[in-house]
């Protein structure tokens, strides 16, 4: 069983920072293009920024220049730092990972975390 546990996230005043990391653990044989995702009240879930195994970003328009991707292979964690927060950026922000499994499975498969809530209010 793959599992992504998300850390980080909470509230912080517009223009301030914050940190969010997400660790990959199970029964993985490799991991492919790991990102985070956002979903606002009301709204669809999004794409914030991705990274793929081999290091290339990916941003929403909205984020780039202000959020950095990026990850630790050897310990199946990306992060996110978040700098120069507006409002527009509270939503539940959610880790995606594509995994495959170890053999016999040898599936990829795409895995979510369970979501943490960030909140840039004053």
């Known amino acids: 069983q793959v599992q992504l546990v998300e850390s980080g996230g909470g509230l912080v005043q517009p223009g301030g920072s914050l940190s969010l990391s997400c660790a990959a653990s199970?029964?993985?044989?490799?991991?492919?293009?790991m990102g985070w995702y956002r979903q606002a009240a009301g709204k669809q879930r999004e794409l914030v920024a991705s990274?793929?195994?081999?290091?290339?970003?990916n941003y929403a328009d909205s984020v780039k220049g202000r959020f950095t991707i990026s990850r630790e292979n050897a310990k199946k964690t990306v992060y996110l730092q978040m700098n120069s927060l507006k409002p527009e950026d509270t939503a539940v922000y959610y880790c995606?990972?594509?995994?495959?499994?170890?053999?016999?499975?040898?599936?990829?498969?795409?895995?979510w975390g369970q979501g943490t809530q960030v909140t840039v209010s004053s």
């Open positions: 199970g029964s993985i044989g490799s991991i492919n293009t």
């Open positions: 995606n990972a594509w995994i495959k499994g170890r053999p016999p499975s040898g599936i990829m498969r795409e895995y």
């Open positions: 990274i793929t195994s081999g290091g290339s970003t």
